[in-house]
């Protein structure tokens, strides 16, 4: 469990990273926390040439939260958007779901870049982009690009970026403070990864009618995924009990759950449905449900 | 010289049985214990182990020149290399040694099979783990796969190549009858009989620190150093002498701090020999570390059994007869535990109850999977829960509240010595020494309020199905023949302790420090004891079968009588006394006013003693766990909301200790019972190698726990009373809290027979009961 030989560049600016990245020619690595990395090369799943530690860069640190935006930087990690007060005011779905990515020595180190690039089908930060329309930032050999979450993470472990490119930046259309959110996942153990998990929001007019759903799902599907379906039986409805579940049909019918050694296909279908209905419940602002009904 | 006529004020109260402090803890949660893995040598190289990544097949070929080529690889040895100093050495098998076990025993590296993922191959040294670990990626091994067999079933179905070892014709080692009375009658006639199937998943123990080595060669004195010793190190030291043809004098085994035994670290392993083996070949210190990835395939497994059990009984719930068969999956070899597991397991089917007539068929079976040895509880955590649950299902059938059917069968003191028979082939005669079991069953059921809570079995609150289980064990402790001990008042007036027991951090430095304190009237803090190393003595037996304090405590008694002679011989001199009229107590020795502390004796020592304390007649103790869970029906989340053990231990030697253990048991056990399982495909690949597939309890899974532990009914085996602590907290987990489970989900027509009860398990099962329960369309 000792990491292939390799060579360690640190960078100091994403400029010097993203020449590294082209001197490696799709050898060079990016390192941000090292929480998926790290393991990684420790089990030799993977050998490249030169890791490219970007820790030092401290424009990839900051949130930045404008009348229209909310900008995370690649190297914000889980503990910064967990105690931010800006988002917690600005953007609170960010900080809630926090509590749920690990475990505290993890959520010090690991970083939004880090687990976009990764793209864990069950990691929170990869649902939360796709769900709410956030964009990816990535800087690389041709410059700067900027394309919607849903394009870039398109597969389990598998993101769309080129070997010359980094992640800088995601951002999200800033929320209505009237937005109402709510998140569920289901796990083994306190801080593994996700078996289902849905994330969803919603604005509601002066009649209490639902716009603007988003639902989206992660753990249950091979990459995280919006929920059209289930959206559609929330929009333009009053989400009470009975139109919540039936969302929550939607969802199960929607999602294609991978099976694996920890659970059927049946399982983590059923389990979607179930955390969507804990998940609506919340940003309707319903008593969580006895038995989850 | 004299010091006075009063006795001096600073004699030390006694301390056995009281809560004292771990005396190991203030350097181990400083982070001054010294592991093995701290030692570091001058000219130190570092051992990574090749294994084999097929479950089955024939070696053809090993080529290593690549990997011989990279700097700081200093030799690559595999069996050929083993060989050239005689036949591959096999690993002999320590415990339950059925000669049947005997051609299925494990060479210390892969001669030209493998049998499992994980088996040894080849042993790469280089001069850093890092640079082994570059050079085991360019050593090419080309295996021809032999079809491999990862279960019981395939394993009996199987011939041709897919018999593991093709000169026994069978992957069937043996199979076992043990009975006693005539259950075959006692089934005839019985008014009620119910058969069930149950099964165990394999699953180990994962302590926190993985197995380590460091072997060292003093070529000038031709001996041999092994640090890293645990659990057995004076057998190992045997297995070791005679498989690399040493004298046992040319031989130590050495003791550091070790992170967690629980029965797999300390057993004779391959590496154990290959680590040796290139130290000495190579003339310069090699160190060995596992990985916590070769720790799930190469550290022993445990716990795979399948049961089919049937229980006789009277409409009053009068349990007449036991039947039982257990086939248990052994993976590829037997290894020093040889058939303890799947022996133990049918020896405790029948529990801690009246029961006459028993039969009980055993098949030990090899498969393509990791070897099994002993985890703490062996065989008792299965057989527990399969007797426990069989007997839920019993009492549900003859319409009987089930711990009043408990209640009515368990043994009682006008009972003892209950005759336990002669269950096991290779062990004696046994009985159940002392104690009153129905007694910590009524303790439990306070302690969980069943009389209060039991209308709320299978209820529903906020949407959670409420259950409450119950699950009642005896438990054996204190294996024989023997333990040794010398105790050494040293001149500065402080005891050094010697004892063959071995700490893998249960406390028992403290102990045997309390133990050896009282027997001269010393404050604890001026004793010291070593252990587990074999400079010490001329011969020790260990830690195992919770043991340590019952065996070792009772050598170390011994030595302080024998010592205390010497100190009275002296004293006698000193003060001009006859012996006869001489006591030691108080911290010194004297007769009325005539008194000479032991730190004035001391200078005229060191006084040196030796005891032993042999015994092969075991301990029981018993108790009863109690569990209140809540299942989420939708989730198949499972909420631990009590969780009660009592244990009645004869005597706690120190009850902050015994607490502990009992707690961390609990846990281990709910590990196993949701959590812990080593999965395997068809074709014997292990699927969850890691800590992130591989679950285990953490602080947070399990927070309510709790333990009671009694000092009812001392063993009279033994000078203190005691009896086994260690292993009675994990024991009957799976067994309540199982009942728990079942209780719960009863409404919905779940039946648990299997664990582990994981959430996408218990969700499939009420799905299925769902499903049935719906009238067909
Ligand atoms: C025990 C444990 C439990 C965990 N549980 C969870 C969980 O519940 N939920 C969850 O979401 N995560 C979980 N994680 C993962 C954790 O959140 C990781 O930190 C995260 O996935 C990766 O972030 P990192 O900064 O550590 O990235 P690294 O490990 O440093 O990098 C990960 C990958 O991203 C690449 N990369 C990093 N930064 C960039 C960048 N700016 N541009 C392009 N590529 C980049 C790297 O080259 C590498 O391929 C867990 C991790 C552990 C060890």
């Known amino acids: ?293 | 010289m004299l010091t006075g006529i009063t006795f001096p004020t600073d004699a030390a109260t006694p301390v056995t049985g009281t809560p004292v402090e771990r005396l190991e803890d203030a350097r181990l949660l400083t982070g001054t214990g010294c592991f093995v893995d701290d030692l570091t040598r001058p000219d130190l190289l570092h051992a990574v182990v090749l294994r084999s990544s097929m479950a089955h097949g024939r070696i053809v070929a090993i080529d290593a020149s690549a990997a011989l080529e990279l700097d700081g690889v200093v030799a690559v040895f595999t069996a050929a290399d083993v060989a050239s100093d005689g036949a591959v050495p096999l690993i002999p098998i320590r415990l339950a040694p059925f000669p049947e076990s005997q051609a299925f025993r494990q060479p210390v590296i892969a001669v030209d099979t493998v049998r499992y993922v994980g088996e040894p191959v080849a042993l790469v040294v280089a001069t850093s783990r890092a640079i082994a670990e570059d050079a085991l990626e360019l050593i090419e091994l080309d295996i021809d796969a032999l079809e491999a067999v990862a279960s019981t079933d395939a394993a009996l179905a199987a011939e041709g190549d897919g018999v593991l070892f093709p000169g026994t014709g069978s992957n069937l080692v043996l199979r076992y009858t043990a009975q006693m009375g005539d259950a075959d009658t006692a089934f005839a006639n019985a008014p009620y009989v119910r058969t069930e199937r149950f099964s165990t998943q394999r699953h180990s123990a994962v302590p926190m620190e993985t197995r380590g080595l460091l072997a060292e060669w003093d070529a000038e004195h031709g001996h041999l150093f092994l640090s890293g010793a645990a659990k057995v190190p004076y057998f190992n030291r045997r297995a070791l002498a005679e498989a690399l043809g040493l004298g046992m004098d040319e031989i130590d085994l050495l003791e550091q701090d070790v992170g967690g035994g629980f029965g797999v670290r300390g057993e004779y392993y391959p590496e154990d020999f290959l680590v040796c083996f290139a130290a000495r070949r190579l003339g310069r210190p090699v160190k060995w570390i596992e990985d916590r990835r070769e720790h799930f395939m190469a550290t022993n497994h445990s716990r795979e059994i399948a049961c089919e059990l049937s229980i006789a009984c009277a409409r009053d719930g009068t349990i007449l007869a036991l039947a039982g068969r257990l086939d248990a999956d052994m993976g590829a070899y037997i290894r020093t535990n040889g058939g303890v597991v799947p022996a133990k397991a049918g020896q405790f089917l029948p529990g801690p109850y009246r029961i006459r007539d028993i039969h009980v068929d055993v098949s030990i079976v090899v498969t393509n999977k990791t070897p099994v040895g002993t985890y703490r509880g062996p065989g008792r955590f299965e057989a527990n829960f399969f007797r426990e649950r069989l007997i839920d299902m019993a009492a549900a059938d003859l319409g009987l509240d089930p711990n009043v059917m408990r209640a009515h069968n368990l043994i009682t003191a006008a009972d003892m010595p209950w005759d336990a028979g002669k269950l096991v082939p290779y062990e004696a005669e046994t009985s159940f020494d002392t104690g009153d079991y129905p007694v910590t069953l009524t303790r439990c059921l306070e302690e969980i309020g069943w009389e209060k809570n039991k209308h709320l079995q299978g209820t529903v609150i906020d949407g959670l199905y409420h259950g409450i289980g119950v699950a009642c064990f005896v438990e054996s402790g204190g294996a024989g023949p023997r333990e040794n001990a010398r105790i050494t008042l040293e001149t500065d007036g402080t005891l050094t302790v010697a004892v063959g027991s071995s700490s893998v951090g249960q406390g028992i430095e403290t102990a045997h420090a309390q133990i050896a304190a009282d027997a001269l009237g010393l404050p604890l803090g001026k004793v010291r004891v070593l252990h587990g190393s074999t400079t010490l003595l001329h011969e020790g037996f260990g830690t195992y079968h919770s043991r340590a304090v019952i065996m070792g405590g009772s050598a170390i008694l011994d030595a302080a009588t024998n010592l205390k002679e010497h100190l009275v011989a002296a004293a006698a001199k000193r003060l001009g006394l006859p012996n006869t009229r001489l006591v030691v107590e108080n911290g010194g020795v004297g007769s009325g006013d005539r008194f000479i502390s032991l730190a004035e004796l001391a200078t005229d020592g060191p006084f040196s003693a030796n005891g032993t304390f042999a015994n092969t007649t075991r301990t029981y103790s018993y108790g009863a766990h109690a569990c209140h869970v809540a299942v989420n029906p939708q989730t198949g989340a499972v909420k631990i909301l009590d969780f009660v053990a009592v244990e009645d231990v004869g005597r706690a030697i120190n009850p902050l200790i015994v607490h502990g253990q009992a707690i961390g048991a609990i846990v281990q056990g709910l590990g196993g019972v949701f959590l812990d399982h080593l999965v395997y495909d068809s074709e014997g690949q292990l699927l969850n190698a890691s800590l992130a597939d591989y679950l285990l309890p953490t602080a947070t899974d399990f927070p309510n726990v709790r333990a009671v532990t009694l000092e009812l009914h001392p063993s009279p085996t033994n000078p203190l009373g005691a009896k086994g602590a260690g292993e009675g907290g994990i024991v009957a987990v799976a067994g309540a809290t199982a009942n728990a489970v079942a209780a719960a989900l009863a409404p919905l027509g779940v039946t648990i027979t299997d664990l582990p009860l994981t959430p996408p398990r218990l969700w499939q099962l009420i799905s299925d009961a769902r499903a049935a329960a719906e009238p067909e369309h």
């Open chain 1, 1 to 293: 469990m000792k990491l292939p030989p390799l060579q360690y560049v640190r960078a100091s600016s994403v400029s010097e990273a993203v020449d590294l990245l082209v001197q490696g020619a799709g050898d060079a690595r990016i390192l941000a926390g090292g929480q998926s990395l790290i393991p990684v090369l420790a089990f030799r799943l993977a050998a490249p040439a030169v890791l490219v530690d970007i820790g030092g860069i401290a424009d990839l640190k900051r949130i930045d939260i404008t009348d229209e935006t909310v900008t995370l930087g690649a190297l914000v990690r889980w503990v910064d958007i967990e105690r931010s007060t800006a988002l917690k005011a600005h953007m609170p779905l960010l900080p809630a779901v926090m509590a749920h990515v690990a475990h505290y020595q993890i959520r010090n180190r690991g970083t939004v870049g880090g687990s976009l690039a990764h793209c864990d089908p069950a990691a929170e930060m990869p649902g939360l982009a796709v769900t709410c329309d956030g964009t990816i930032i990535l800087e690389g050999a041709s410059g700067r690009r900027e394309a919607p979450a849903v394009e870039v993470l398109t597969g389990a472990l598998a993101a769309e970026i080129a070997e010359d490119e980094m992640i800088v930046a995601l951002r999200f259309p800033r929320w209505r403070p009237e937005r109402r959110w709510g998140f569920a996942e289901f796990a083994r153990r306190q801080g593994d990864f996700a078996m289902a998990g849905i994330v969803a929001h919603f604005d509601q007019d002066a009649d209490g009618v639902a716009r603007d759903v988003h639902i989206g799902v992660i753990g249950a599907t091979d990459r995280p995924t919006r929920l059209p379906g289930a959206e559609a039986a929330l929009e333009g409805r009053i989400p009470d009990a009975m139109t919540i579940r039936d969302a929550c049909r939607a969802v199960q019918d929607e999602v294609e759950p991978p099976e694996d050694i920890h659970a059927s296909a049946a399982y983590r279908r059923a389990l979607a449905g179930v955390m969507a209905n804990q998940a609506l419940r919340q940003a309707a602002g319903l008593p969580a449900a006895a038995n989850g009904q």
